[in-house]
């Protein structure tokens, strides 16, 4: 696995792939990795001859300057991670290196980014698409893989990519659960015994959701409701039902698949779900 710290060292690694006819898949990731990242390095690994993957904290997706200082790191661990799960290239980039001095352009789809959970965290989604725009370009990927769990940015992602007309294919991967059924997140180990197994509720809720077969948001909103309400550990955070495609609300008649993005409060931990259903 070759580790790359500047891009122009990284894009000389992929163009040697490339005068081979290699394909590429890119897995952009902000590091501190989990079993969510390596099953997107599974999918990449598995369409295409060579995977990069990018570890940096982007810091223009971050709100507060406080949030940004205390992710977490931890670079030998992910690197010996991504080692075993067959990676070929890391690129790790200095701040530099991406935002070169007097940057001045960022890449915003003015709508998406601004909506839902964009609305509580302005300026987030538009830090998001001005890097990984920045990574594709770094990159040159013919694929790019993305969690399902992280609902918007997957969907803000694809519009962006379309939008610019990048020749890549957007994949966006399952999230990846525990056996009874809670999505796998960083988060998991700071819920309580009690919490943790009173977390089921919001696979169950979008179970129930699923089973009611109807396409009418009341319905779908009322159903997760009440299996949240329910669980008296639980608090519902946050629920929106959109068009899948375009996180529109949902417009009588609307007969495409629909997206459910739940996040739900056990003990001061905010865990987040989401499904996609077609009728
Ligand atoms: O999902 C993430 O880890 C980040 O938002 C991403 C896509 C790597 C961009 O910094």
Same mark, same amino acid.
């Given at each position: 696995? /070759?580790?790359? $710290? ?15 006819? *290699? ?9 501190? +990795? ?25 810091? !223009? /997706? ?42 001045? !352009? ?28 920045? +990574?594709?370009?770094?990159? /040159? ?16 992602? $694809? ?10 294919? #957007? ?6 659960? *525990? ?21 089921? #509720?919001? =696979? /169950? ?9 109807? =396409? ?18 639980? !608090? ?6 959109? *068009?899948?495609? !375009? ?33």
């Amino acid at each position: 696995m /070759q580790v790359c $710290r500047t891009v122009a060292e990284c894009r000389d690694v992929l163009a040697a792939y490339r005068q081979t006819s *290699e394909t590429i898949g890119l897995v952009p990731t902000m590091g501190f +990795l989990h079993e969510g990242h390596l099953a997107l390095v599974a999918e990449a690994k598995s369409r295409a001859d060579r995977v990069v993957t990018t570890i940096f904290v982007n810091p !223009t /997706q971050f709100g507060e300057a406080a949030d940004l200082d205390a992710y977490p790191r931890d670079e030998a661990r992910d690197l010996a991670m991504l080692e075993a799960a067959g990676v070929d290239v890391v690129l790790i980039p200095e701040v530099a290196d991406v935002y070169p001095e007097g940057d001045e !352009t960022i890449v915003e789809t003015t709508r998406m980014a601004n909506m839902l959970h964009g609305k509580v965290r302005p300026g987030h989604f538009r830090g998001v698409t001005t890097v990984v725009a920045r +990574l594709f370009n770094f990159t /040159q990927p013919d694929i790019a893989c993305f969690g399902e769990k992280d609902y918007q940015q997957l969907q803000v992602i $694809r519009r962006m990519n379309r939008d610019l007309a990048f020749p890549i294919e #957007i994949v966006g991967v399952p999230i990846v659960r *525990e056996a009874d059924g809670l999505a796998m997140s960083s988060r998991n180990v700071r819920l309580s015994p009690e919490d943790r197994a009173a977390a089921l #509720i919001l =696979s /169950q809720s979008l179970d129930a959701a699923e089973r009611v077969k109807s =396409s009418d948001p009341d319905t779908l909103r009322e159903t997760i409701s009440q299996t949240i309400a329910t669980e008296p550990r639980a !608090t519902l955070r946050g629920l929106d039902i959109v *068009e899948a495609e !375009t996180l529109n609300d949902i417009q009588s008649g609307y007969a495409g698949p629909i997206a459910i993005m739940l996040s739900v409060e056990f003990g001061g931990v905010l865990l987040l779900d989401q499904r996609v259903i077609t009728l």
